[in-house]
């Protein structure tokens, strides 16, 4: 009886805030304009007219033109394709580094919330790591991995795990006070079930905000690593290479540059306003 | 205070100690040496041994780094770079300089900004300039800095030609020289952080405008704009200014960016060098540096801010 009010209580809240959700303009805006590049990423190859590494003599640096919507490269290679094909790259290292980062850096705020003894041990290490600029970080931990799509995503989530270490502990620290847990705990629940059934629920929204700022840090800082040559090597179509390889003819065929540029500032932009509406309906307190 | 100082200071050394060992350490276990890298296709098996011994590559990784660690605690010699045959620390003194003062100019700009941006947001919730303020401050966190740049040296440097599209000319040789080769970088950190600091802004002075204080303000009938000053902006600054000096660390990240994009001699060229070179004593160097530095600025915002607000008390 019991779980069945919890369960309908707990439908309806998702109810509400998925109506929330469907009402608010800006997490609209910013969901449509995140599915747009989710179909370019999935569907890229049905979607880009080129392959993106095929080079063309003929077609070197022409402008935007009907058959390369965004012009070509220095390689004649199709810009529109590569972007396409990009999109793959930055919503794959994005969706990763946040998933990741936020299993781990939940654990260590859980651990470290729930036994205080490894507190200051474990939230030293994540001061220590925060007080240390991200991208310089991520470009230390790229010479140690060596540059590659999947060290990126662990070198990144090493740099986002302490953000969300810290915000989960704060939640935890705040609901493990709260009188429900107190009664769990009277009733006789062990550590485990409480952390699973009372205060993960209870800490998930703001989790879930965080993570959402650390989709579009990571693919900024993804990006970063990769014009300074030492993310995703090349010629892999990521947009930070594009950005990195337009530099050299930016005078002659600038598109290329804008082209790039623009869908990383859209992507993330998409993000933010997807994270901003959330953090509004989930938790309005943060 | 005190036994709150020195247990940070403790736990600072622990740190370092576990940074620069894992740095050092970290790099051995990757395929390909310096001593590879910079001989190229020259590389003999007699060449690659004669400078092996040289550079002293041809001990133990234990001993090596205990003499690195041993030089660096009693004569705080940091080692000399591989690739660059240079003492790191002569390294890292010309170079952090400019990374720092550009990072500082930036914030600076992002102040100047962001600042009375959040200001106005804030005082005028809901209405038309708080939406542009909010849509100026999420392009700023949503552009990359460095593509920013690149947008700048089109704009001003090939098209216009107004500024000279990178280098860097130090204040010494000609200020004016100095300052137009600085406009760009610090304009593109300058704007894209002005976004984070007005929405700081923006979000702070409300929580403070809610407050009862400013009801009772206003109920005396005080004018909304010395309600806004006075009481709110007073009360909002010192979080703002704390959480701005934190984000100091993150905005020089940005810098290290930045400084690619207009080839300017900063900290990240010598980052650069040491990734591509697989120069570990030039990278532990770094690393280490930039940590003490950043730990200690934090540190000093610390107790900065728990002197400006006695609420603070730290056990």
Redesign the interface.
Same mark, same amino acid.
């Given at each position: 009886m019991r779980h069945e009010g919890e369960r309908i209580r707990s439908i309806s809240r998702r109810r509400h805030i998925t109506r929330r959700f469907l009402r608010n303009k800006t997490a609209l805006a910013g969901t449509s304009l995140l599915l747009v590049f989710l179909i370019l990423a999935v569907f890229a190859p049905v979607i880009a007219p080129y392959s993106p590494n095929k080079m063309s003599i003929m077609d070197i640096l022409a402008p935007p033109s009907w058959s390369h919507f965004f012009g070509t490269d220095d390689f004649g290679r199709d810009v529109f394709s590569r972007v396409v094909y990009g999109a793959r790259v930055s919503l794959r290292v994005g969706f990763s580094v946040s998933i990741l980062s936020g299993l781990l850096g939940t654990l260590v705020g859980l651990v470290a919330a729930y036994y205080r003894r490894l507190d200051n041990l474990l939230m030293?290490?994540m *001061?220590?790591m925060?007080?240390?600029?991200? $991208?310089?970080?991520a470009?230390?931990l790229?010479?140690?991995?060596?540059p590659s799509e999947m060290n990126a995503i662990f070198a990144l989530s090493i740099v986002y795990l302490p953000r969300t270490a810290r915000v989960c502990r704060s939640q935890v620290l705040a609901v493990k006070e709260e009188s429900y847990v107190e009664a769990a705990r009277a009733a006789g629940a062990g550590d485990a079930r409480i952390l699973r059934r009372h205060i993960l629920p209870n800490v998930l929204a703001a989790l879930i905000v965080q993570q959402t700022l650390v989709f579009?840090l990571a693919i900024?800082v993804e990006?970063?690593l990769s014009?300074?040559? $030492?993310g995703t090597p090349p010629p892999a179509p990521s947009w930070g290479n594009i950005?990195n390889e337009?530099?050299d003819f930016?005078?002659v065929a600038?598109w290329t540059?804008?082209a790039s540029?623009s869908v990383?500032?859209l992507v $993330?932009?998409s993000i933010?306003?997807v994270g *901003?509406s959330l953090r509004d309906i989930l938790d309005p307190k943060l | 205070m005190i036994g709150f100082a020195a247990r940070r200071f403790v @736990?600072?050394l622990i740190?370092l100690f576990v940074?620069s060992f894992a740095?050092y350490g970290?790099?051995e276990l990757?395929p390909g040496d310096p001593v590879t890298v910079s001989l190229g296709t020259r590389a003999t098996e007699e060449l690659i041994q004669a400078r092996r011994e040289a550079w002293g590559l041809d001990k133990p990784f234990l001993a090596r780094y205990w003499a690195w660690l041993s030089g660096v605690l009693t004569k705080g010699d940091f080692g000399k770079s591989f690739y660059l045959q240079e003492p790191v620390t002569d390294i890292i003194a010309s170079k952090l300089p400019v990374t720092l003062e550009l990072a500082s100019m930036g914030l600076l700009l992002s102040i100047v900004i962001g600042v009375p941006l959040g200001i106005v947001a804030a005082a005028y919730k809901g209405r038309w300039i708080d939406k542009t303020a909010i849509i100026f401050a999420?392009?700023g966190?949503?552009?990359?800095g460095?593509?920013m740049g !690149?947008?700048f040296?089109?704009l001003f440097a090939?098209t216009l030609r107004w500024l000279p599209s990178g280098g860097y000319v130090y204040p010494s040789e000609s200020i004016s020289g100095w300052l137009q080769s600085s406009i760009m970088p610090v304009a593109a950190i300058g704007l894209i952080n002005a976004g984070a600091v007005a929405r700081m802004m923006r979000s702070t002075l409300l929580e403070v405008l809610n407050e009862m204080y400013v009801t009772v303000a206003r109920a005396k009938g005080v004018q909304e704009r010395w309600v806004v000053i006075k009481h709110g902006v007073r009360n909002a600054m010192l979080p703002v200014v704390t959480i701005i000096g934190l984000t100091y660390?993150?905005?020089?990240?940005?810098t290290?960016?930045i400084e690619?994009?207009f080839t300017i001699p900063g900290?990240?060229r010598a !980052? !650069?060098i040491? =990734?591509?070179k697989?120069d570990n004593i030039l !990278?532990t160097g770094? =690393?280490l540096l930039? @940590?003490v530095i950043?730990?200690a =600025?934090?540190f000093a915002v610390d107790v900065l801010y728990a002197t400006l607000n006695p609420k603070i008390r730290y056990s």
């Amino acid at each position: 009886m019991r779980h069945e009010g919890e369960r309908i209580r707990s439908i309806s809240r998702r109810r509400h805030i998925t109506r929330r959700f469907l009402r608010n303009k800006t997490a609209l805006a910013g969901t449509s304009l995140l599915l747009v590049f989710l179909i370019l990423a999935v569907f890229a190859p049905v979607i880009a007219p080129y392959s993106p590494n095929k080079m063309s003599i003929m077609d070197i640096l022409a402008p935007p033109s009907w058959s390369h919507f965004f012009g070509t490269d220095d390689f004649g290679r199709d810009v529109f394709s590569r972007v396409v094909y990009g999109a793959r790259v930055s919503l794959r290292v994005g969706f990763s580094v946040s998933i990741l980062s936020g299993l781990l850096g939940t654990l260590v705020g859980l651990v470290a919330a729930y036994y205080r003894r490894l507190d200051n041990l474990l939230m030293r290490i994540m *001061d220590t790591m925060l007080s240390f600029p991200a $991208v310089l970080l991520a470009i230390a931990l790229m010479a140690v991995f060596g540059p590659s799509e999947m060290n990126a995503i662990f070198a990144l989530s090493i740099v986002y795990l302490p953000r969300t270490a810290r915000v989960c502990r704060s939640q935890v620290l705040a609901v493990k006070e709260e009188s429900y847990v107190e009664a769990a705990r009277a009733a006789g629940a062990g550590d485990a079930r409480i952390l699973r059934r009372h205060i993960l629920p209870n800490v998930l929204a703001a989790l879930i905000v965080q993570q959402t700022l650390v989709f579009a840090l990571a693919i900024l800082v993804e990006a970063a690593l990769s014009f300074l040559g $030492v993310g995703t090597p090349p010629p892999a179509p990521s947009w930070g290479n594009i950005l990195n390889e337009s530099r050299d003819f930016l005078r002659v065929a600038p598109w290329t540059s804008l082209a790039s540029g623009s869908v990383i500032v859209l992507v $993330v932009l998409s993000i933010n306003l997807v994270g *901003d509406s959330l953090r509004d309906i989930l938790d309005p307190k943060l | 205070m005190i036994g709150f100082a020195a247990r940070r200071f403790v @736990a600072m050394l622990i740190v370092l100690f576990v940074l620069s060992f894992a740095f050092y350490g970290l790099m051995e276990l990757i395929p390909g040496d310096p001593v590879t890298v910079s001989l190229g296709t020259r590389a003999t098996e007699e060449l690659i041994q004669a400078r092996r011994e040289a550079w002293g590559l041809d001990k133990p990784f234990l001993a090596r780094y205990w003499a690195w660690l041993s030089g660096v605690l009693t004569k705080g010699d940091f080692g000399k770079s591989f690739y660059l045959q240079e003492p790191v620390t002569d390294i890292i003194a010309s170079k952090l300089p400019v990374t720092l003062e550009l990072a500082s100019m930036g914030l600076l700009l992002s102040i100047v900004i962001g600042v009375p941006l959040g200001i106005v947001a804030a005082a005028y919730k809901g209405r038309w300039i708080d939406k542009t303020a909010i849509i100026f401050a999420t392009l700023g966190v949503s552009i990359p800095g460095f593509w920013m740049g !690149l947008n700048f040296i089109f704009l001003f440097a090939v098209t216009l030609r107004w500024l000279p599209s990178g280098g860097y000319v130090y204040p010494s040789e000609s200020i004016s020289g100095w300052l137009q080769s600085s406009i760009m970088p610090v304009a593109a950190i300058g704007l894209i952080n002005a976004g984070a600091v007005a929405r700081m802004m923006r979000s702070t002075l409300l929580e403070v405008l809610n407050e009862m204080y400013v009801t009772v303000a206003r109920a005396k009938g005080v004018q909304e704009r010395w309600v806004v000053i006075k009481h709110g902006v007073r009360n909002a600054m010192l979080p703002v200014v704390t959480i701005i000096g934190l984000t100091y660390a993150s905005l020089v990240g940005g810098t290290v960016v930045i400084e690619t994009v207009f080839t300017i001699p900063g900290i990240s060229r010598a !980052l !650069l060098i040491a =990734v591509n070179k697989r120069d570990n004593i030039l !990278l532990t160097g770094c =690393v280490l540096l930039v @940590a003490v530095i950043f730990i200690a =600025v934090n540190f000093a915002v610390d107790v900065l801010y728990a002197t400006l607000n006695p609420k603070i008390r730290y056990s």
